[in-house]
C-alpha cells in the first residue's frame, strides 16, 4: 500500500535504443505514461513511439519507476547519485538492468535506507558479483538477479555469432556497428 493506477504513474526510461524500446513496447498496454530521456533521439521520433521526451532533470523528477538502459561510458558513471535521488519522489523504484556503475551504489543504499525513494530492482550491481557483505542483499525493497536479465539460449547464440561477425568485420577494415564513439 499505497497501490495507484497505471494511468495515474509514469515509466521514465535513460536511453533510447533497441533495447529500451523493447522495453517500451512491453509496458505500453498496461497504460502507464511512458517518457523517455536520450540526447540523442529527437522527440519526434519518441513521440511516433507514444513517448514523451524528457529532459534528465525531468524525469529524474516526474518518474514513478526508472528504467536504466544507457551505455556506461565517462559521461553515464554514477549518472545516478544522491544529488539525483534526493530530486526523485519517494515512491520512485529504481530498475537497472544496463551497467551497475551507472548508480552510485552508496548513495543508493543511503536513499533506500533513509525512504528518499522507495526501491531498487538491480539486475546489475557495482561490483560484481556483489560483495557478500553489501546492504542491499538484506534490503526488503531490493531486488536483485544474478546479471541474467539478457539471458536466453536465442541471445546466447546471437551473442556468440555477433562476436565472431564484429572480429570479420573489423579485420575487414569496416567500423564495427558497436563501437562507442
Do not use: C
Not at 498496454?29 to 519526434?44: H, I
Not at 538477479?145 to 546466447?156: C, D, F, G, I, L
Not at 564484429?166 to 562507442?180: C, E, F, K, T
Request: proline share 6%.
Amino acid at each position: 500500500m499505497p497501490i495507484h493506477r497505471f494511468d495515474k504513474q509514469t515509466v521514465g526510461v535513460l536511453g533510447f535504443g533497441r533495447i529500451p524500446r523493447k522495453f517500451i513496447e512491453k509496458v505500453k498496454p498496461l497504460g502507464f505514461k511512458l517518457a523517455a530521456y536520450d540526447p540523442f533521439v529527437s522527440a519526434e521520433d519518441m513521440k511516433a513511439a507514444g513517448v514523451q521526451k524528457m529532459e534528465l532533470d525531468k524525469i529524474i523528477r516526474e518518474a514513478d519507476y526508472l528504467s536504466v538502459h544507457v551505455p556506461l561510458i565517462k559521461d553515464t558513471f554514477h549518472l545516478l547519485n544522491g544529488e539525483r535521488f534526493s530530486q526523485m519522489k519517494k515512491t520512485a523504484v529504481i530498475i537497472n538492468t544496463a551497467r551497475g556503475p551507472i548508480i552510485d551504489e552508496k548513495a543508493l543504499v543511503e536513499a533506500l535506507e533513509k525512504g528518499v525513494i522507495a526501491g531498487a530492482a538491480l539486475d546489475v550491481t557495482e561490483d560484481e558479483p556483489i560483495e557478500k557483505d553489501s546492504p542491499l542483499l538484506n534490503m526488503s525493497n531490493v531486488i536483485i538477479t544474478p546479471h541474467s536479465a539478457w539471458y536466453s539460449e536465442e541471445a546466447m547464440v546471437e551473442l556468440r555469432q555477433k562476436a565472431a561477425n564484429n572480429i570479420v568485420q573489423v579485420l575487414s577494415g569496416d567500423v564495427s556497428p558497436y563501437a562507442l564513439t
